[in-house]
C-alpha cells in the first residue's frame, strides 16, 4: 500500500470516528461535528499535527479572509469561492514552518490545474523577515501580512487557531472541512484536499 493509500485511508476514518491523529495524540484538536470545544484566542504553541475534519453538514462558515500580501497586493478569499482554500499560518523564524514549506509549495504546484488555492497568513514578520522566507522555499503563493491579526481573528470565531502552524482547509462554499495543527505532513493535507475535491459542487447542502 502507497503512502498516499495509507493516508486517504486515515483521513476516512476520521469522518467516521470524528477525529484522528496525523502524527501524534491529539490535544483537544476538536471533535469533528463542527461544534469545536477548543477555547479562542489562547495563543500560539507548538501543534502536535492532529488533525479534524467536519461533515458536510456540520461545517461552519464561510470564512471571509481579506488583507494586503508582502506585494503589496490586495487578496479575499471570497474571490476563489467554488474553489478549495488551502490556509496556512506560519511566520518565518518557525522550525515547523520552515519544515513543512516544502510540502505546501509541491502541493501548490500539483493542485494549480485543479481548483485549489493556497493562502499564507502571517501574523508576526514585516516584508524583510517574510520575503526572504518565501524566496528560499520559492513559494508560488501569497501570504496575508497579518500583524493586525484581522485575517486570524476572522478565523477565530469559526476554526481556533491555537498553534503556529495550523493548516485549514475550505470547501468550495468557504467552510471548513478539515484543520491540521501543528506541521502539516505532505501525504495527510493532500488525502484532505482530495476529499474535499471529490464532493459533489462542494460543502453546499
Not at 496556512?88 to 505546501?104: F, H, K, Q, V
Not at 523577515?129 to 500583524?147: C, G, H, L, N
Request: with cysteine; charged share 20%.
Amino acid at each position: 500500500m502507497t503512502t498516499r493509500s495509507r493516508a486517504r485511508r486515515a483521513a476516512a476514518g476520521v469522518v467516521a470516528l470524528g477525529a484522528a491523529l496525523a502524527l501524534a495524540a491529539c490535544s483537544g484538536g476538536g471533535d469533528g461535528t463542527g461544534s469545536d470545544t477548543d477555547v479562542a484566542d489562547q495563543g500560539y504553541v507548538s501543534g502536535d499535527g492532529s488533525f479534524t475534519q467536519w461533515a458536510v453538514a456540520d461545517r461552519q462558515g464561510p470564512v471571509e479572509v481579506a488583507g494586503t500580501d508582502y506585494a503589496g497586493e490586495a487578496v479575499d478569499i471570497a474571490d476563489w469561492r467554488g474553489d478549495v482554500v488551502v490556509l496556512n499560518t506560519w511566520y518565518a523564524a518557525c522550525p515547523p514552518c520552515r519544515e513543512e514549506a516544502p510540502d505546501l509549495v509541491d502541493i501548490a504546484h500539483e493542485y494549480a490545474d485543479s481548483g485549489v488555492h493556497l493562502l499564507g497568513i502571517n501574523g508576526v514578520d514585516d516584508a524583510g523577515a517574510a520575503e526572504p522566507f518565501q524566496q528560499t522555499f520559492d513559494v508560488p503563493y501569497p501570504s496575508i501580512d497579518d500583524r493586525d491579526k484581522n485575517a486570524i481573528a476572522a478565523l477565530q470565531g469559526i476554526v481556533p487557531i491555537q498553534a503556529t502552524p495550523t493548516t485549514v482547509v475550505l470547501d468550495r462554499d468557504g467552510k471548513v472541512a478539515a484543520r491540521i495543527v501543528g506541521l502539516a505532513e505532505g501525504s495527510t493535507l493532500r488525502a484532505l484536499i482530495d476529499e474535499v475535491l471529490a464532493e459533489d459542487g462542494g460543502g453546499s447542502a
